[in-house]
């Protein structure tokens, strides 16, 4: 099932998800609707509070990379960052370069609650870091210069008040 994506100014993208305690069919249902609701909207991670779940719980397509990721905890973050261009389809038309880590250690449970500790680096170190600070309710918004934040404040606000178009839905 499609989910409908929270959107910016939604309080659920700014509260601390909380960890899952078992493997249940709710689950695994709703793991296997986050990945139509993904492919569907075209992203490459979309994380539980961003479909209204304040759990965490996030996935990744990236390519050939799938993976599901719950109770995650990054335990190590690389000194060497890099720069690159992100969105998020909870902020619609938003475009920044944010820094972020090279490589990082996360230590989290795969779809089959298989406790996994691995280390990723390049693109998927970012989608990763992107998802986790959704389950901590940071938006990558947030880590923009004050600068830039005040540029973008009208755009935000128009996502705000939901008047910003999107070819998938929204809630
Ligand atoms: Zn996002």
Do not use: W
């Not at 994380?47 to 719980?57: R, S």
């Not at 600070?133 to 600068?147: A, E, M, N």
């Not at 973008?152 to 070819?167: A, F, G, M, P």
Request: net charge negative; hydrophobic share 35%.
């Amino acid at each position: 099932m499609i989910l409908p994506i929270s959107t910016y100014g939604d309080n659920v993208l700014r509260k601390t998800a909380l960890p899952i305690k078992e493997k249940t069919e709710k689950i695994d249902n709703l793991i296997s609707d986050m990945f139509e609701t993904l492919l569907r909207a075209g992203g490459v991670g979309l994380a539980a509070p961003q479909i209204g779940e304040q759990l965490q719980l996030f996935i990744i397509i990236n390519g050939d990379f799938e993976e599901v990721f719950i109770n995650a905890e990054i335990i190590e973050y690389s000194a060497d960052k890099q720069s690159s261009q992100e969105g998020c389809l909870s902020v619609p038309d938003i475009y920044e370069y944010v820094d972020r880590s090279n490589t990082i250690k996360i230590k989290y449970l795969d779809a089959e609650f298989k406790e996994q500790i691995r280390e990723f680096e390049g693109m998927n170190a970012i989608i990763i870091q992107h998802e986790y600070d959704h389950t901590k309710g940071v938006i990558f918004t947030d880590k923009l210069s004050p600068i830039k934040k005040k540029l973008l404040r009208s755009k935000l606000e128009k996502i705000r008040k939901n008047k910003v178009h999107t070819d998938y839905r929204v809630r």
